[in-house]
């Protein structure tokens, strides 16, 4: 890693900064394009970049859903993964409340002694929606925004 001290300007991306073994220069740019969008940590980033690169080698069929959604910057880095493969084919399903997490009832347990899930927000699907549409994956019926 080269020494850069303060003041000074480091000239490469973010992502690789964040990820210095990561010599991958598609990724850097889907990253810095997709992260003030997501909750995702730059390594759970990568995962998803791999693992959609893993089906587009294998030329695995099927549907693609993401479960808790946000603003959308996971599914706009899967999306543009999908685009610079051509591999326009799969139908995207994208569920969450747009909305952040639900009241907790009686059936709920907590995970490790960790409870979450009381944040909420104004809706936001509309910004998820032109989030995710900052990727020209086609057609854009294709992706679909199912309220839970
Ligand atoms: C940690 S965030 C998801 C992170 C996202 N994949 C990203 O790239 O940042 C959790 C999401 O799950 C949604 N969510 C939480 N509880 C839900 C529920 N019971 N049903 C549907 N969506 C829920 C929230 O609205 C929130 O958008």
Not at 62 to 69: F, K, L, P, Q, Y
Not at 104 to 119: F, H, L, Q, Y
Not at 138 to 146: A, H, L, Q, R, V
Request: proline fraction near 6%.
């Amino acid at each position: 890693m080269p020494d850069v001290k303060a003041g000074e300007t480091d000239s490469r991306a973010p992502a690789q900064l964040e990820l210095p073994d990561v010599d991958d220069a598609l990724f850097r740019a889907l990253h810095a394009k997709a992260k003030p969008f997501s909750l995702l940590t730059p390594e759970k980033f990568y995962n998803l970049y791999k693992a959609i690169h893993y089906i587009c080698d294998r030329q695995i069929q099927g549907d693609i859903i993401e479960c808790g959604v946000w603003k959308g910057g996971a599914v706009l880095m899967a999306a543009d993964v999908l685009v610079s493969r051509g591999m326009l084919n799969y139908e995207i399903f994208l569920y969450d409340t747009f909305a952040g997490f639900v009241e907790r009832s009686d059936n709920d347990v907590t995970a490790g002694g960790k409870e979450i899930g009381k944040v909420r927000y104004k809706d936001f699907i509309d910004e998820t929606r032109r989030n995710v549409a900052l990727s020209t994956y086609p057609p854009p019926e294709s992706i679909s925004f199912p309220v839970m």
